[in-house]
């Protein structure tokens, strides 16, 4: 016991005190931080006003259109050509040129510079708003205004809520419930590979540089299998937790520095929804509820089916064991093979049950509680992304407990499997190792 913690230790400390690992620890969540709060504040920061000149041969969008914030309009009329030499300048950014037309409309955009996706999105919907009206008023003599009422008043809307066996009701997301999903999916997926893979290298480079041999001759091939699988699986556990804790205090000062980034601008939200024709009711119920959420973990933890220590304790559950499996797996490969070329032949079947539920990770989160999520979730091989996946959507105790319970029993049959082929193969050299052969080194 003692020697396999000799083994553990060395293996913790010799990637924890890399340069990688220090730097990967703290860069990554300034990057994912940064991939986040950049956006928003570039998005927020560079609109600037547009300024644009309308030029409508139809005359039905004259003083038509609504100016916003960011947009305003202004109207004229005459040749084209001259209008655009006059007003694309200093005055104006865009000439929007309405062309003559019964039927449907057509227009260009002239510019300078080009503006940006949503000033042509903004035009659309507001031409397009015009328009529809003439032709209520013009060909049905139908009032828009009552128009727009009825249309208000008719439409319907599907709240999803969600009863538990004691009875309980919540109100749940399932955009959100899946897109929560398939970010933990993807995320344990590229870690297990990522902390397994570091196995296979090692054991790889162990015996290239006939290290092990030296190692071999004081401990046992069980002890150098176990102390190198759990000595990578601390090292995973502890940079996932500083990794957590970075995560947090970058928040926290975001939300320090910025107190309103991570609250909801109802009055903008108020004004994109009329601007839209949504549902007046509608549009006063959902302000008064993000009013009253004063940060987006408030805002998600709402329609959210479990809480967010019980996730992160999956989580972590799940990348230990899920991990402890591949990384003895790869071990075994390793082991088998005399380079990294011959490795990726062996490592084939072992990797292919966790791609394919990658690739099944679309169906998974469309359909969390249905068979192909089912039975994913329960296979050990599988379970730990399929699981993760289905998990905030919302799984009954007793599925969470058997695939646990079957993925640790599996883990112990995994060592012990990998120990067969690590023992024999960990020592052989200048041989290229079949599928019979490895048969033949487990039945040994």
Known sequence: MNKTLLIISREYLTRVKKKSFIILTFLLPILMAALIVIPVIIATQSKENVKVMVVDENEIFINRFTDTEKTQFSYRSGDIDQIKKEALGENYDVVLHILKSNSSLKSNLYYHEEPSMSLRSTLESQMDKVFFDKILQDTFNIDPVKFETIKNLTRSSIATIKIDESGKEQESMAELNK??????????????FMFAGQVLRGVLEEKSNRIVEVLISSVKPMQ??????????LVGLTQFAMWILFTFVIILGVQVAIPNFFTADTQNIEMTMAATNSNALENAETAETLQNASSIFTEISNFFPISFSQLIFCFFFYFLFGYLVYAALFAAVGSAADNETDSQ?????????????????????????????FWLSIIPLTSPVAMLTRLPSGVPLWELLLSMSLLVLFFIFTVWFASKIYRTGILMYGKKVTYKELWKWIRY
């Open 224 to 233: 150098l299998l176990m102390g190198k699988i759990i000595g990578i699986a």
């Open 179 to 192: 897109l929560i999903g398939m970010i933990c999916g993807f995320v344990i997926y590229f870690f297990i």
């Open 345 to 373: 032949q062996l490592n084939l079947p072992v990797t292919i049950p966790l791609i394919l539920t990658i690739v099944l990770i679309m169906p998974m989160s469309d359909a969390p509680n249905g068979q192909l999520a």
